[in-house]
């Protein structure tokens, strides 16, 4: 079982860098605490989104 996921993430690794793609990034702010300006540190709650089209995925149909 082992050397079948071994192999298999091999393959992965490999085709992984066939194709360029472009991730999109958003950080969004929703809460922004106490600014230290002296030690140059802040807190803050936010969130990160990232998103992207998958080229492996491309012409699959998906079924519900």
Same mark, same amino acid.
């Given at each position: 079982?082992?050397?079948? =996921?071994?192999?298999?993430?091999? !393959?992965?690794?490999? +085709? !992984? $860098? &066939? =194709?360029?793609? +472009?991730?999109?990034? /958003? &950080?969004? $702010? &929703? #809460? !922004?605490?106490?600014?230290?300006? &002296? #030690?140059?540190? $802040?807190?803050?709650e936010a $969130? !990160?989104?990232? /998103?992207?089209?998958?080229? +492996?995925?491309?012409?699959?149909v998906s079924?519900?």
């Amino acid at each position: 079982m082992y050397r079948i =996921f071994s192999n298999v993430l091999e !393959i992965y690794k490999k +085709s !992984i $860098f &066939l =194709f360029q793609v +472009s991730v999109e990034i /958003r &950080l969004v $702010f &929703l #809460k !922004i605490g106490e600014i230290d300006t &002296l #030690k140059e540190q $802040f807190q803050a709650e936010a $969130f !990160i989104q990232a /998103r992207w089209s998958e080229p +492996s995925l491309k012409g699959t149909v998906s079924e519900m």
